[in-house]
């Protein structure tokens, strides 16, 4: 996952771009970057780290211009070069540039159309340039030197005939406007809205609404599955459906873990979402184990704490806070590497021992995906003296690997691969475990809205939406992905080299 922010207004963007972005870090901590247009002008920051550390005054003060695009960055391949660093930019045609969430499935048969067909380079290993200069050659084909959203609307429908995969993106052609489109299954989430001002209507798009909700614009709705939306330098809004066949497939994840609870994706509160979950959840508790003996329950922060607070609401059970977080610590999941997400876990999280003392004690995860996390806070539970320690799980086994821009692509390194409930549980060392079903999970976000087909599941239920994820690309991915591959990757990053491929 990553987050995207595009705006055009009447006055300058890189205030608001960077506000965007901060209420967006959840979504990537590894990198940050703006572009922005001023009179024929680009200006580009981006570099790893956070995105207070990336801006300081003096890039801010040379970001000017009334529109630009952002970007904070998740890596999913382990690359933690600044050189992956988003947005993207190439001169040619009219100047362009893109910023990416998602994950493209035909990666290595783009680049190879790219170079040997469209007489482009890729300089990267990031999808997203890929995603880029495809749209890029699509408009160039347009044949024209005064672009309208026509030209516009079908390059992009070129894009959705050629890359597979989830994909929503922001682009910012240069003195002409910003476009966002989603890839037709609608796998990650893109939104936009309007606020008003005396000069005139200004326009925003973002991965999520509690952008629109900081920065005092007010949500139109979700760009559809397959749509592009664009607002020219006017200030003019136009949208387009650019792909007939589309299914609209949002990321169940996203409302497990991902988005921040006060947003609002694709029709559904994701903190009314949560609620159901917890709701779902202590109805199976209740079919399961009805005399169980929990006598507190304590969420693992912070995603879990509405699912928590209404599982204990409804068994009757009280709910206390057991772990208190450093707030200046990462999300573990997101972090590369298996030793850094060890080591992060107890700087992250410190128990407070009453809480725990002589005390069957439930600890609630929204999701467990590698196990670490849940292994050491379990130990961290006895430790503190609980006298039995079960473990909930908002969501189903994680048991294959996600493809779509979620870092799970070694199943090996999923602790529910090749493992049952009983062999989880004595993985992770808990006294007693419960997980959601799938179809409660589902219910549990569908209730929210009932015109999503369906959801992306495939992290669960091995079930890929855009039907071209074979074996032998998900052993690929694996290979790539694995933590020794991550870690392979930056030691070779030691060494700055620019990497020129072989095409003979």
């Known amino acids: 996952m990553c987050g995207?922010?595009?705006?055009?207004?009447?006055?300058?963007?890189?205030?608001?771009?960077?506000?965007?972005?901060?209420?967006?870090q959840h979504r990537g901590q590894d990198a940050a970057g703006i572009i922005t247009y001023d009179n024929g002008q680009v200006s580009l920051r981006k570099s790893n780290g956070l995105v207070r550390?990336?801006?300081?005054?003096?890039?801010?003060?040379?970001?000017?211009?009334?529109m630009g695009i952002g970007h904070v960055r998740y890596p999913t391949a382990g690359c933690e070069s600044s050189a992956e660093a988003q947005p993207f930019y190439v001169n040619s045609p009219f100047g362009i540039s893109l910023a990416h969430n998602g994950n493209l499935t035909n990666t290595e048969a783009l680049q190879e159309e790219l170079f040997r067909t469209d007489r482009r380079h890729i300089n990267t290993n990031s999808d997203s340039e890929i995603l880029l200069n495809v749209f890029a050659h699509e408009l160039g084909e347009r044949d024209t030197f005064n672009l309208t959203p026509e030209d516009l609307f079908a390059a992009v429908g070129a894009v959705h005939e050629r890359c597979h995969g989830a994909y929503s993106a922001v682009a910012m052609i240069n003195g002409y406007g910003i476009l966002a489109f989603r890839d037709p299954f609608g796998i990650r989430p893109l939104c936009f809205g309007e606020r008003r001002t005396e000069a005139g209507r200004e326009y925003l798009v973002a991965s999520e609404s509690v952008a629109m909700d900081m920065l005092g614009f007010e949500l139109i709705r979700e760009v559809a599955p397959g749509e592009a939306v664009f607002i020219d330098m006017a200030g003019e809004l136009h949208t387009r459906q650019c792909q007939e066949k589309a299914i609209h497939s949002p990321c169940i994840f996203e409302y497990v873990y991902l988005s921040r609870p006060d947003s609002i994706v694709d029709g559904v509160a994701v903190h009314k979402a949560r609620l159901r979950m917890g709701e779902r959840l202590a109805a199976k508790m209740a079919r399961v184990w009805p005399d169980h003996d929990v006598d507190v329950i304590i969420p693992i922060p912070d995603t879990s704490r509405t699912v928590a607070m209404q599982l204990a609401y409804q068994l009757g059970v009280e709910s206390r806070e057991g772990f208190i977080k450093n707030r200046y610590v990462g999300r573990t999941f997101i972090m590369p590497g298996q030793k850094a997400r060890k080591k992060s876990v107890r700087q992250k999280l410190n128990p407070i021992p009453l809480e725990f003392e002589g005390k069957s004690v439930m600890l609630v995860d929204d999701s467990v995906v590698r196990g670490t996390t849940s292994q050491q806070l379990v130990q961290l539970a006895r430790e503190s003296g609980?006298?039995?320690?079960?473990?909930?799980?908002?969501?189903?086994?994680?048991?294959?690997?996600?493809?779509?821009?979620i870092d799970m692509p070694a199943p090996e390194e999923l602790i529910a691969y090749g493992r049952d409930e009983a062999e989880i549980t004595r993985a992770i060392g808990a006294d007693w475990m419960?997980?959601?079903?799938?179809?409660?999970?589902?219910?549990?976000?569908g209730d929210g809205n009932p015109a999503i087909e369906r959801f992306d599941c495939s992290c669960f239920d091995g079930d890929y939406v855009t039907g071209d994820v074979s074996t032998a690309y998900l052993q690929d991915l694996s290979e790539a992905r694995s933590d020794e591959a991550k870690e392979q990757s930056r030691n070779d990053e030691d060494l700055e080299v620019v990497d020129v491929h072989n095409h003979a």
């Open 4 to 24: 995207v922010i595009g705006m055009v207004a009447h006055e300058p963007v890189n205030q608001d771009l960077y506000e965007g972005l901060t209420v967006l």
């Open 53 to 66: 550390d990336v801006f300081r005054t003096r890039h801010m003060m040379r970001l000017t211009g009334n």
């Open 386 to 405: 609980a006298r039995r320690v079960y473990l909930a799980s908002a969501a189903p086994p994680v048991r294959y690997p996600n493809v779509y821009g």
């Open 434 to 445: 419960i997980y959601q079903d799938l179809d409660d999970l589902k219910a549990a976000v």
